[in-house]
């Protein structure tokens, strides 16, 4: 069984920060590349950092400076460090664990974690 679950969300006042973690278990994690996602009220989800199984990273220009992925394959964790946080980082934030298998990309979830920055 298939299981990611986060941690580290809360409330913070704008310019602080938080660290966000999500485990793993049920899957080879070091196989797999990490996304972190999240969404506000009344948005789409979207794609805040990625990393690669290789750890290559990628960051959407809004996180880009202030928000940093990283991998513990050893503890099955992936990381996300939000610096400079802003009140429109509020949203829940999922973990996304993904692989492609033949032509099938297969995707895992978390339940997602909340954050909230105030002004």
């Known amino acids: 069984q298939v299981q990611l679950v986060e941690s580290g969300g809360g409330l913070v006042q704008a310019g602080g920060s938080l660290r966000l973690s999500c485990v793993a278990s049920?899957?080879?994690?070091?196989?797999?590349?990490m996304d972190w996602y999240r969404q506000a009220p009344g948005k789409e989800r979207e794609l805040v950092a990625g990393?690669?199984?290789?750890?290559?990273?990628n960051y959407p220009e809004s996180v880009k400076g202030r928000f940093t992925i990283s991998r513990d394959n050893a503890k099955n964790t992936v990381y996300l460090q939000m610096n400079n946080l802003r009140p429109e980082d509020t949203a829940v934030y999922y973990c996304?664990?993904?692989?492609?298998?033949?032509?099938?990309?297969?995707?895992?979830w978390g339940q997602g974690t909340q954050v909230t920055v105030s002004s």
């Open positions: 996304n664990a993904r692989k492609l298998v033949y032509i099938k990309e297969i995707n895992y």
């Open positions: 049920g899957i080879i994690f070091s196989s797999f590349a």
């Open positions: 990393i690669t199984s290789g750890g290559s990273t």
